[in-house]
């Protein structure tokens, strides 16, 4: 398993930006695809954004699409969520994720390990 630590939450004003990192430790970074999922108060745990192990392979969810950018800096074993033109309805406890197989990386599911969240609040 990776151990994975967020950082980077806050409050913004909607309109704003905000850049997640993660911070991974354990089994090799370069070789774990990277997710970062979000959940709101009473609602499930949903899918933003996920990058393969080459920087190549990127997804992301149609709610962020062209508003949210993910990168992975394997010498720093760090992925990031850049998040711009953020919106009220982006409130989340922000989780990062870590794949070992690579697949189904749009579902919970596909990781096989899980940081604490970061809290991300954006105002109106």
């Known amino acids: 398993q990776v151990q994975l630590v967020e950082s980077g939450g806050g409050l913004v004003q909607a309109g704003g930006s905000l850049r997640l990192s993660c911070a991974a430790s354990?089994?090799?970074?370069?070789?774990?695809?990277m997710g970062w999922f979000r959940q709101a108060p009473g609602k499930e745990r949903e899918f933003v954004a996920a990058m393969g192990w080459s920087r190549s392979s990127t997804h992301y969810a149609d709610s962020v699409k062209g508003r949210f950018t993910i990168s992975r800096d394997n010498a720093k074993t760090t992925v990031y969520l850049q998040m711009d033109s953020l919106k009220p309805e982006d409130t989340a406890v922000y989780y990062c994720?870590?794949?070992?197989?690579?697949?189904?990386?749009?579902?919970?599911?596909?990781?096989?390990?899980w940081g604490q969240g970061t809290q991300v609040t954006v105002s109106s």
């Open positions: 354990g089994r090799a970074f370069s070789t774990s695809a």
């Open positions: 994720a870590a794949s070992g197989s690579g697949r189904f990386l749009y579902t919970t599911f596909g990781y096989d390990s």
